[in-house]
């Protein structure tokens, strides 16, 4: 398996993939934290924190991420080298989390750079070291976490389809529904009793939860209960594939 996810490495960061992602991700909340007069403006808040940031970053990821899954399993199905990769001798577990740690890796490579951002807000305070630091560092937890969600949700949208537009499509859609759709769909009061635990489906509830600054064992077993989900469903397909 260490040989196939560092070939995997290679292909985000031997290509302009990997580079485009991170750079997309760290300029995109550059301009909306810093330059652009908006609500995610860190300057306009009047408070050293990084909630806005925490608020932002989700709604990036949950696009850009779909778009370096979607090639995972997609690409490999289409042009035929998926077979190649069952005559080696690996499983089909060794073979999906190559892929997917391949993935979680780039993420965490592409959130790295944003620690400057608490650097900024640290010194910026008045006075200085004034921000909640507990909060800022639980919600980097949070944020890592809901990457790796993603791309376990995107990895399961490029196994079930050789079209790899499909595979991004599918894997946009599900990471907003499972991160702001059912939040949006509990808040409705339309399912009586059920509103409550549709929210608490949702990984909104959970990720907002842990950037309270406190770190949940139940918040931690769900994000883990979600990842866990989709690689089951992604090797389930890849076995039947390989059938």
Known sequence: ????????????????????????????????????????????????????????????????????????????????????????????????????????????????PTLTFYVSMHFLGDPVGVMDHGAAITSFIGL???????????????????????????????CWFSFSGLSLLGSYATFAGFDSIIRYASLDYHYDSIKKGVLILSDIFYFFSVIIFFLFASHNILTAIRK
């Open 1 to 112: 398996m260490g040989a196939l996810y560092l070939k995997e490495i290679r292909s985000f960061l031997s290509s302009i993939i990997g580079y485009v992602f991170i750079l997309i991700f760290i300029v995109t909340c550059w301009l909306f934290l810093w330059i652009i007069n908006d609500d995610y403006n860190l300057l306009n808040g009047g408070v050293a924190d990084l909630i806005p940031f925490y608020n932002l970053a989700p709604l990036i990821l949950l696009i850009l991420i779909p778009a370096i899954t979607m090639r995972s399993f997609a690409d490999e199905r289409k042009t035929g080298t998926i077979e190649l990769l069952y005559t080696r001798p690996i499983s089909d577990l060794s073979i999906l989390m190559a892929k997917y740690l391949a993935g979680v890796t780039l993420v965490v490579i592409s959130l790295i």
């Open 144 to 174: 890592v976490l809901l990457g790796a969600s993603f791309v376990a949700i995107g990895i399961f949208a490029s196994s079930i389809t050789s079209n790899q537009i499909v595979a991004f499509i599918f894997a946009m859609f599900l």
